[in-house]
């Protein structure tokens, strides 16, 4: 403004040369700003389109150490049966990168849109639960799951866990905080869940996946509802009724036949009175426990794999207590609360209800499915059937559970993004 005052009253060669003298400063600091801001929103640009490294980087070595794991727990196994000692391990491996690549795409794709998908994907799945009726195989005495080919197949129970989170998230966020309050704010959430419940119940006879349904929907309404009083009332109910069942289960099991649930509750008050029958895998389990003492007895050399049932499935922990002793096992329960932290840190830094209440819905289902599992391997809880996340064999768990990680990568890199641009505009120029 100086400068274009000094030569405002003056008119010829003079105030050309003025005129140009300034311009010729106003686009070098013109310019001089535009590197300024350019080295400035470098780092935003780069920050924002990033990964969240850490979380990124506990899921590839529970990846990793799962691939291990499973092929020294599964080699014996699967030489006896398929003359191939690699046979599980190449067929996770498989998995796991089409897993890793849906991850990938999930990361990219607008969380909010998921909005529009979580009525069609609930549908497709209360359509693949009934296609179990018709078109179901039975594998190992149980009818679960769809398949394709011989060699590919689909639970839709995994499927279930994922479309039941983006549609609660969805019904809850369409609700508002403060209506779930109300008895039918409260109510109404759940009624998806235990619809899918029921049916994983009476129609693949799955009724841990059906618990898992209804924990997950459960814990995405806790974290919502900001009364927690009516929560502490349903827990409270829920454990007396648990007493209550088992009290009743024990009084009447030799007059009346409990079925295989009730069985199983007997089977885990005393596993010693049934080790011919249904108690032979929970000790064959417990014996790999307490075998492999505090540091294991080191990869490969475990003995129980040869005996125990499911070996590399449900009780794949007991045979890493076995090979890598409490030292390894309390390395594998370290990294699970690792994710777990960073998921709640994404939670809390998530732009909005729904993006929140998605994380809080892979929180709850990884959590919960590796506390039952170890529970139940080291009969804490009776047998449910539950694997563990990222280190049990199984193709269609793996594969939704990394669409889960892709889910919560995409909260948090929108939340990353969204916190650069911030800065970058309230940035000086």
């Known amino acids: 403004m100086l400068a274009k005052n000094r030569y405002a009253g003056k008119s010829g060669p003079a105030a050309n040369a003025g005129g140009t003298a300034v311009k010729s400063r106003e686009t070098e600091r013109a310019g001089r700003n535009r590197k300024l801001n350019t080295e400035a929103s470098a780092p935003a640009q780069k920050k924002a389109g990033i990964y969240d490294y850490s979380l990124l980087f506990i899921v590839l070595v529970l990846l990793s150490l799962g691939l291990v794991l499973l092929y020294s727990t599964s080699s014996y196994i699967a030489a006896v049966e398929n003359g191939d000692s690699a046979f599980y391990l190449k067929r996770q491996l498989i998995f796991t990168v089409m897993g890793l690549v849906l991850m990938g795409m999930v990361a990219f794709f607008p969380y909010r849109w998921w909005r529009y998908l979580s009525i069609p994907g609930y549908l497709i799945t209360i359509a693949l639960i009934i296609m179990v009726i018709p078109f179901g195989r039975e594998v190992n005495g149980a009818k679960r799951w769809l398949y394709f080919t011989d060699n590919i197949s689909l639970q839709p129970s995994e499927m279930a866990k994922v479309s039941i989170i983006i549609l609660t998230a969805f019904i809850i966020e369409l609700i508002g905080r403060r209506r779930l309050q109300t008895a039918w704010g409260f109510l109404v959430p759940m009624v998806p869940a235990g619809i899918i419940a029921v049916m994983l119940w009476k129609i ?226």
Not at 277 to 290: H, P, S, V
Not at 365 to 391: C, D, E, K
Not at 414 to 423: F, G, I, L, M
């Open 204 to 429: 693949t006879n799955n009724m841990s996946s059906a618990l898992l349904i209804l924990a997950i929907a459960f814990g995405m309404l806790f974290v919502a509802c900001p009364d927690y009083k009516r929560f502490v009332a349903l827990a409270a109910m829920g454990i007396a009724g648990c007493i209550g069942i088992v009290m009743y289960i024990v009084r009447t099991a030799e007059q009346n036949n409990m079925g295989f649930r009730g069985g199983r509750v007997l089977v885990w008050l005393n596993p010693q009175a049934y080790a011919d029958d249904t108690g032979y895998q929970t000790l064959q389990a417990l014996y790999a426990i307490g075998s492999g003492g505090m540091f294991g007895k080191g990869l490969g050399q475990s003995m129980q794999k040869i005996v125990v049932p499911e070996a590399q499935n449900d009780m794949i922990f007991s045979i890493i207590c076995e090979e890598l002793g409490l030292f390894g096992a309390i390395s594998i329960m370290i990294l699970f609360i690792m994710l777990i932290w960073r998921f709640i840190l994404v939670a809390g830094n998530a732009l909005d209800l729904y993006g929140a209440l998605i994380v809080t819905g892979v929180i709850t289902h990884i959590s919960v499915q590796v506390v039952l599992n170890i529970a139940v391997v080291t009969n804490t809880i009776p047998n449910t059937g539950v694997t563990l996340p990222f280190i049990s064999y199984g193709g269609s768990s793996l594969f939704f559970l990394l669409a889960e990680i892709g889910m919560v990568m995409c909260v948090s890199r929108t939340s990353v993004k969204a916190e650069a641009e911030y800065e970058l505009e309230h940035s000086g120029g």
